[in-house]
């Protein structure tokens, strides 16, 4: 893969964010809540 052809597809997501840096927002985001809800019973 090409680093042009990287970027792209990196800046083809909202607000210019990287797929890395949105995945790992994701990630936190979904742990947060399911760690909620498990306390929560």
Known sequence: MDI???AES??????GVSFFQYSQLTYK?????YL???STG
């Open 4 to 6: 042009d052809g990287k």
């Open 10 to 15: 990196g800046q083809r997501v909202a607000g």
């Open 29 to 33: 985001m979904l742990s947060y809540f």
């Open 36 to 38: 909620k809800l498990n």
